[in-house]
């Protein structure tokens, strides 16, 4: 069983940058992949990026250019480095493990203002 604690969520100006971290714990040696989805009001869960145990990794249109996914074998963490953040950008941001089971994070609150 895999446990997916996040962090890094919170208030910025539209323009500014945050980094979200997910940690894992348990069997992480049965992932796959590991990813960020993000759901804001109204509107349905999406992906936003992954990156697989091979080190592969994919983006979404909207964001590309402005997010980074990158992880730390060592501490088993993935993050999600958001830059040039838009208010369009708003949304809970849900840390995502792929592998035997789909594991999902809590979800973590970024918001963007004006």
């Known amino acids: 069983q895999v446990q997916l604690v996040e962090s890094g969520g919170g208030l910025v100006q539209a323009g500014g940058s945050l980094r979200l971290s997910c940690t894992a714990s348990?069997?992480?040696?049965?992932?796959?992949?590991m990813g960020w989805y993000r759901q804001a009001p109204g509107k349905q869960r999406e992906l936003v990026a992954r990156?697989?145990?091979?080190?592969?990794?994919y983006s979404a249109d909207s964001v590309k250019g402005r997010f980074t996914i990158s992880r730390d074998n060592a501490k088993n963490t993935v993050y999600l480095q958001m830059n040039s953040l838009k208010l369009e950008d708003t949304a809970v941001y849900y840390c995502?493990?792929?592998?035997?089971?789909?594991?999902w994070g809590q979800g973590t609150l970024v918001t963007v203002s004006s």
């Open positions: 990156i697989t145990r091979g080190g592969s990794t």
């Open positions: 995502n493990a792929v592998g035997s089971v789909v594991v």
């Open positions: 348990g069997s992480i040696f049965t992932l796959n992949a």
